[in-house]
């Protein structure tokens, strides 16, 4: 009885997420591009040359990734919305788990599916759900690697596995690296060698073009200024209102990026560590869709398990707000959004610099304070 209630809630909530995508006839577009990626696999087509959905969207990923994808070719379209709904929603349960992991803490079962059921309305994962992308996947991957004891056989395995799928989860790599973990940094880098080798010999043509060529026409993922890019690139194009912010963008995402893996190298608890290499990951890449995003889910159980209850509401209500929809977004508004709507259209990097910054100051106290008490001992 404990657990009905909280199973029942996770059944009507999934079920209300469901009736949503049908009303709202959901195309799940990157789920069809994935599907694409695994015919050109099959059918020996030209990987990077084609587009899918009326959006007209390219493969982006490395070769590794679409032959992973060759199994969503095997389905009709239908049912393969279905699965992957299926699927994120235990992955997204799995995610909740991982998250209690990291945070140091034991979830029972009703509390999983309470969580579960309320993690799924937070924006990114919404997202992540109705477009049908793999971000649950990866993160998963990366959340569960992370988790494990230091020493554990194969730690860094599942770190090079995702980052040879999506290629940002390479930060983490560096950041096993800073963090002193060598062992698990070098398998990692193996690991990831390992898909690319991988790639290379199935897909030799597909490969080359994309480790020499593909991987650097930037425009392919998309336009940095939509309110869709939750990155500090995106906030500062929006910010200048140009769609190239050149340098203006360059140097803080560089000076961001070295404080970010600075602070996570060098933090008190490895949870906390994992958490500002992801922020830091999120804010300097290029591109970061809104439900790239995903890491709300362990920084939520952190701050709660942590006890910090104010804090974990506001955060939730940023990642609940939908904030970044509501400010105009048709064609190229989003580049001329006037100054009190530009919080509203960048909320997750806000985020992500408070986070940085609160770790900063952190840092920085037992520095300051070192420095008052030698002054003090000086003036005496």
Not at 363 to 372: F, G, H, I, N, T
Request: a positive charge; hydrophobic letters at 55%; charged letters at 10%.
């Amino acid at each position: 009885m404990p657990t009905l209630v909280p199973a029942v809630f996770l059944s009507v909530s999934l079920t209300l997420f469901v009736a949503l995508c049908v009303l709202q006839h959901a195309p799940m577009a990157d789920l069809l591009v994935y599907r694409a990626e695994g015919a050109a696999v099959v059918h020996g087509t030209d990987l990077y040359g084609f587009t899918a959905t009326r959006w007209r969207l390219p493969a982006t990923y490395p070769p590794f990734a679409a032959l992973l994808f060759v199994p969503a070719t095997w389905l009709p379209v239908p049912a393969l919305k279905a699965a992957f709904v299926a699927g994120n929603a235990l992955l997204l349960a799995a995610l909740v788990a991982l998250s209690a992991r990291l945070a140091g803490r034991q979830v029972s079962a009703s509390l999983l599916c309470t969580a579960t059921a309320l993690s799924l309305w937070l924006e990114p994962v919404f997202q992540t759900v109705l477009f049908g992308q793999i971000n649950l996947t990866v993160t998963g991957l990366v959340l569960w690697d992370l988790a494990r004891p230091a020493g554990a056989r194969g730690k860094g395995v599942a770190v090079g596995v995702a980052t040879g799928i999506k290629l940002t989860p390479a930060v983490f790599v560096l950041y096993l690296f800073l963090r002193g973990h060598r062992k698990e940094a070098w398998t990692a880098v193996a690991s990831c060698t390992g898909t690319v080798l991988c790639g290379a010999a199935l897909l030799p043509a597909a490969s080359a073009g994309f480790w020499t060529r593909r991987l650097y026409e930037t425009d392919r993922v998309g336009k940095a200024w939509l309110v869709d890019n939750q990155s500090l690139q995106g906030l500062i194009a929006r910010a200048l209102g140009t769609a190239a912010p050149g340098l203006a963008w360059v140097l803080p995402a560089v000076a961001v990026g070295a404080a970010g893996l600075c602070l996570a190298a060098r933090a008190g608890e490895e949870r906390h560590g994992v958490l500002l290499a992801a922020v830091t990951a999120l804010l300097i890449s290029p591109i970061s869709w809104s439900h790239h995003w995903v890491w709300c889910v362990p920084l939520l159980a952190v701050l709660l398990a942590e006890g910090r209850i104010r804090l974990a509401a506001a955060t939730a209500t940023v990642f609940t707000a939908r904030t970044l929809w509501l400010v105009p977004h048709e064609g190229d508004r989003d580049l001329h959004l006037p100054w009190w709507q530009q919080p509203l259209a960048s909320p997750y990097p806000l985020l992500g610099l408070a986070l940085i910054a609160a770790a900063a100051l952190r840092a920085a106290q037992p520095v300051l304070s070192s420095v008052r008490i030698s002054s003090a001992s000086t003036i005496r």
